[in-house]
């Protein structure tokens, strides 16, 4: 699905990413924790196609294909989904019309019709009713206005409509209640199959007790310092990183 | 009705075309608006054509739009085609009144339209003349030609236009439509002036759009005075169409009694060089002024909006709103003059001038000018020249949307906050529809004229 080799990025100059090594395979839940600033959400940008990171150094396939042969929106209609640490608002577009040309842009990429307007009403509230968004949000203009808590429910969602291969949840879970970090959850559950894969960035072992993970992967300083399996993300919970941070030289 | 034209060169004198055919000029129009041509051309001579040195004009050089070998029409020239056959330019859906206006002419087989009692929508000549009662009151009040040398020179060669008059009560459901057509075989200079009258507790809703017919460069000098009476609500659209070899200077003049209320919202599509004067007088309180503006420039346009609200009493509200978009080398110009004078105190004034640059040789410049001498006020104004958003264009492509659609739909979102302010469904969902065309590159211009002017 991802094989991502000895990957260095730069941001103004600035070595962010020193060589990541990491690969997935489908139907995979990896997880990826570390500090604040250690390069969690640049490897997440990178892959999905921002721009202004300088890729230095390594290779990124993702099913099969180079990775930055493609645009973003190539990337997106391949299956890759990002799930931003910080959706931006932007006012005046309005989450129906986007949503509705995103899913048609996929279903062209796919071979498939477009929807029509009464069938992709349908499969929205199909969507929405998954992840329990509500209807206010998606007449909405993308974003804007909304709550912590609303905008992450809303990348959700999205995920949900555009039903992508391989999921990145950034930090999906910060500034969600308890309640909705278990609706999430659950709406992210139920689109998960034995062929798609999900990259989940977070700080809290909290949603690993309900997206468990077959890896965890902790990122210091632009390079993943150790990968173990779930219990690993229990012992960060108790210990933080000074261990780890002393293991790799620092105190 | 007399076909001549005389030939104006900008190396002439201006004043000169009138003061040596004064006769010209006076004939047909009634003794008011003749006693106004001479002081109007001593102004206009004070302050010549506008350059960037008059304040008023620093984002804007007419120079060079006036200086052309132009025909001008100091008399009505029957066209022998039957406009109203070429010419079905209606919005579709959008039932209207509608008036051809040629060349600053009331067209002289405009079809007589079906109003309520005692409305008057009518050449300014002809109700200059048979009633000048009803217009005389009004003439060039708002626009004061010492104050501005386009309203002078409009003031000086001034024969027609459009005359409105709603009596008080009355509201007009269907949209007037006014279609001011640039027609000739020859380079031309169109005057028009306007004259609408709301009466107290009336309604209504007027759209012009602004077309040229043929390809030849035109002139035109448009001035608009518009008297809100007590409660009424009074809409002013303004589709700006015309071709990119064209001159659009276009003056609104408003004035506003007690709680009623104004939408001037302009579109700026096509022109060469557009330049928008708006001026509105809040002078009875509670009334509330409502200005919009939106313009998509591109090669080697340039559009200039200048507005001034004037807030003369208390417990007033206005809002502007001006949104451009510029591209290739197109330059464009916004000063948002607001005075709120000293004892209008609770006024809420508020002005937002939003820009964004597609290319790297577009330019935009705009000013704010806040003149408050009340304390009691809410002002607020902001500009802001920007380019796209990057952050969100990534947003959407991240979504799977191509870079070109998803600059589209970024660019249609940062019009159609103006263009919802428009209170005609049809008007409103064709000038969204318009503005996407023209961000694609597809034909603009309206697709039922058989002229493919823009
Ligand atoms: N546009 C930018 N310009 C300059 N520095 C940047 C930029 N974006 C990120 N950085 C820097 O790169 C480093 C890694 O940032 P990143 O956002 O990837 O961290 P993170 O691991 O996601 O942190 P957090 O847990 O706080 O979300 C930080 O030091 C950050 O300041
Ligand atoms: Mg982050």
């Given at each position: 699905m991802l094989?991502?080799?000895?990957?260095?990025?730069?941001?103004?100059?600035?070595?962010?990413?020193?060589?990541?090594?990491?690969?997935i395979?489908p139907g995979e839940v990896h997880a990826i924790?570390?500090?604040?600033?250690?390069?969690?959400?640049?490897?997440a940008?990178?892959l999905a196609?921002?721009?202004?990171?300088?890729?230095?150094?390594?290779?990124?396939?993702f099913?099969?294909?180079?990775?930055?042969?493609?645009?973003?929106?190539?990337r997106a209609?391949n299956g890759l989904f990002l799930s931003f640490?910080?959706?931006?608002?932007?006012?005046?577009?309005?989450?129906?019309?986007?949503?509705?040309?995103?899913?048609?842009?996929?279903?062209?990429?796919?071979?498939?019709?477009?929807?029509?307007?009464?069938?992709?009403?349908?499969?929205?509230?199909?969507?929405?009713?998954?992840v329990?968004?509500?209807?206010?949000?998606?007449?909405?203009?993308?974003?804007?206005?909304?709550?912590?808590?609303?905008?992450k429910?809303?990348e959700i969602f999205q995920m949900a409509m555009l039903e992508p291969k391989l999921s990145i949840l950034d930090?999906t879970?910060?500034?969600?209640?308890?309640?909705?970090?278990?609706?999430v959850a659950?709406g992210v559950n139920a689109l998960k199959t034995?062929e798609n894969s999900t990259i989940v960035v977070t700080?809290?072992?909290?949603?690993?007790?309900?997206i468990?993970p077959?890896?965890?992967?902790?990122?210091?300083?632009?390079?993943?310092?150790?990968?173990?399996?779930?219990?690993?993300?229990?012992?960060?919970?108790?210990?933080?990183?000074?261990?780890?941070?002393?293991?790799?030289?620092?105190? | 009705?007399?076909?001549?034209?005389?030939?104006?060169?900008?190396?002439?004198?201006?004043?000169?075309?009138?003061?040596?055919?004064?006769?010209?000029?006076?004939?047909?129009?009634?003794?008011?608006?003749?006693?106004?041509?001479?002081?109007?051309?001593?102004?206009?001579?004070?302050?010549?054509?506008?350059?960037?040195?008059?304040?008023?004009?620093?984002?804007?050089?007419?120079?060079?739009?006036?200086?052309?070998?132009?025909?001008?029409?100091?008399?009505?020239?029957?066209?022998?085609?039957?406009?109203?056959?070429?010419?079905?330019?209606?919005?579709?859906?959008?039932?209207?009144?509608?008036?051809?206006?040629?060349?600053?002419?009331?067209?002289?087989?405009?079809?007589?339209?079906?109003?309520?009692?005692?409305?008057?929508?009518?050449?300014?000549?002809?109700?200059?003349?048979?009633?000048?009662?009803?217009?005389?009151?009004?003439?060039?009040?708002?626009?004061?030609?010492?104050?501005?040398?386009?309203?002078?020179?409009?003031?000086?060669?001034?024969?027609?236009?459009?005359?409105?008059?709603?009596?008080?009560?009355?509201?007009?459901?269907?949209?007037?439509?006014?279609?001011?057509?640039?027609?000739?075989?020859?380079?031309?200079?169109?005057?028009?002036?306007?004259?609408?009258?709301?009466?107290?507790?009336?309604?209504?809703?007027?759209?012009?759009?602004?077309?040229?017919?043929?390809?030849?460069?035109?002139?035109?000098?448009?001035?608009?005075?518009?008297?809100?009476?007590?409660?009424?609500?009074?809409?002013?659209?303004?589709?700006?169409?015309?071709?990119?070899?064209?001159?659009?200077?276009?003056?609104?003049?408003?004035?506003?009694?007690?709680?009623?209320?104004?939408?001037?919202?302009?579109?700026?599509?096509?022109?060469?060089?557009?330049?928008?004067?708006?001026?509105?007088?809040?002078?009875?309180?509670?009334?509330?002024?409502?200005?919009?503006?939106?313009?998509?420039?591109?090669?080697?346009?340039?559009?200039?909006?200048?507005?001034?609200?004037?807030?003369?009493?208390?417990?007033?509200?206005?809002?502007?709103?001006?949104?451009?978009?510029?591209?290739?080398?197109?330059?464009?110009?916004?000063?948002?003059?607001?005075?709120?004078?000293?004892?209008?105190?609770?006024?809420?004034?508020?002005?937002?001038?939003?820009?964004?640059?597609?290319?790297?040789?577009?330019?935009?410049?705009?000013?704010?000018?806040?003149?408050?001498?009340?304390?009691?006020?809410?002002?607020?104004?902001?500009?802001?020249?920007?380019?796209?958003?990057?952050?969100?264009?990534?947003?959407?492509?991240s979504r799977?949307?191509?870079?070109?659609?998803?600059?589209?739909?970024?660019?249609?979102?940062?019009?159609?906050?103006?263009?919802?302010?428009?209170?005609?469904?049809?008007?409103?969902?064709?000038?969204?529809?318009?503005?996407?065309?023209?961000?694609?590159?597809?034909?603009?211009?309206?697709?039922?004229?058989?002229?493919?002017?823009?």
């Amino acid at each position: 699905m991802l094989k991502i080799k000895d990957l260095h990025v730069k941001i103004d100059g600035k070595e962010i990413l020193k060589g990541i090594n990491l690969e997935i395979k489908p139907g995979e839940v990896h997880a990826i924790m570390g500090p604040n600033g250690s390069g969690k959400s640049t490897l997440a940008n990178v892959l999905a196609g921002r721009e202004d990171y300088e890729v230095t150094k390594g290779k990124v396939s993702f099913g099969g294909e180079d990775i930055f042969e493609m645009a973003p929106d190539e990337r997106a209609k391949n299956g890759l989904f990002l799930s931003f640490q910080y959706p931006v608002e932007i006012p005046g577009v309005s989450m129906v019309n986007f949503m509705k040309t995103a899913v048609n842009e996929h279903r062209k990429h796919k071979g498939l019709k477009p929807f029509t307007a009464g069938e992709f009403l349908k499969f929205m509230r199909e969507k929405k009713e998954l992840v329990q968004l509500n209807s206010d949000l998606a007449n909405r203009s993308v974003n804007e206005g909304f709550s912590g808590g609303e905008k992450k429910r809303a990348e959700i969602f999205q995920m949900a409509m555009l039903e992508p291969k391989l999921s990145i949840l950034d930090e999906t879970d910060s500034g969600l209640d308890i309640d909705a970090l278990k609706t999430v959850a659950t709406g992210v559950n139920a689109l998960k199959t034995t062929e798609n894969s999900t990259i989940v960035v977070t700080h809290y072992q909290r949603l690993l007790d309900y997206i468990v993970p077959d890896y965890v992967h902790v990122l210091y300083k632009g390079r993943i310092v150790k990968s173990a399996g779930k219990e690993l993300a229990l012992e960060l919970e108790e210990k933080g990183y000074d261990w780890i941070k002393k293991e790799n030289g620092d105190s | 009705m007399t076909t001549e034209t005389k030939k104006y060169s900008a190396t002439e004198d201006l004043a000169g075309l009138y003061t040596s055919n004064i006769a010209l000029f006076e004939s047909g129009s009634p003794e008011f608006m003749n006693a106004a041509r001479k002081p109007a051309m001593e102004e206009f001579l004070r302050q010549g054509i506008p350059t960037r040195k008059q304040e008023n004009y620093k984002y804007s050089d007419l120079q060079e739009i006036f200086n052309r070998d132009y025909h001008v029409y100091p008399s009505y020239v029957a066209r022998e085609m039957q406009l109203n056959q070429v010419f079905k330019c209606d919005v579709p859906e959008l039932d209207t009144n509608l008036v051809l206006i040629v060349n600053g002419w009331y067209y002289h087989q405009n079809k007589e339209l079906n109003l309520p009692e005692g409305v008057i929508i009518d050449s300014l000549s002809k109700i200059a003349s048979e009633k000048p009662e009803l217009v005389e009151k009004y003439y060039s009040k708002l626009a004061k030609t010492n104050e501005d040398p386009l309203a002078a020179l409009n003031t000086m060669l001034a024969k027609d236009g459009l005359f409105i008059y709603i009596p008080d009560g009355v509201v007009i459901e269907k949209p007037i439509q006014v279609i001011n057509l640039l027609h000739s075989k020859e380079d031309s200079f169109a005057t028009q002036r306007n004259l609408f009258v709301a009466g107290k507790n009336s309604q209504a809703k007027v759209v012009f759009c602004d077309h040229t017919l043929t390809s030849h460069h035109f002139l035109s000098n448009n001035l608009t005075e518009v008297f809100i009476e007590e409660n009424a609500n009074f809409d002013l659209y303004n589709l700006q169409n015309q071709h990119n070899q064209s001159g659009n200077l276009c003056s609104v003049f408003v004035s506003q009694e007690r709680s009623s209320t104004s939408v001037v919202n302009t579109a700026s599509l096509h022109g060469g060089l557009v330049r928008n004067n708006l001026k509105v007088e809040l002078k009875g309180e509670y009334a509330e002024a409502n200005l919009f503006g939106i313009a998509l420039a591109d090669s080697d346009q340039h559009i200039d909006s200048f507005t001034y609200v004037d807030h003369m009493v208390a417990n007033c509200r206005s809002n502007q709103i001006f949104k451009n978009v510029l591209d290739e080398q197109a330059t464009g110009g916004f000063t948002g003059r607001i005075h709120v004078q000293r004892d209008a105190q609770q006024t809420n004034a508020f002005q937002r001038n939003s820009n964004v640059l597609i290319h790297d040789d577009a330019r935009m410049r705009t000013k704010p000018q806040l003149v408050i001498d009340a304390d009691d006020v809410k002002c607020s104004h902001g500009a802001t020249v920007g380019r796209i958003d990057e952050e969100a264009l990534f947003y959407l492509k991240s979504r799977g949307i191509n870079d070109k659609e998803a600059r589209l739909m970024l660019m249609l979102a940062f019009t159609h906050e103006v263009i919802q302010e428009i209170r005609i469904d049809a008007l409103r969902e064709r000038l969204d529809d318009l503005v996407e065309k023209r961000f694609r590159g597809e034909i603009s211009h309206c697709h039922n004229c058989m002229y493919h002017c823009c």
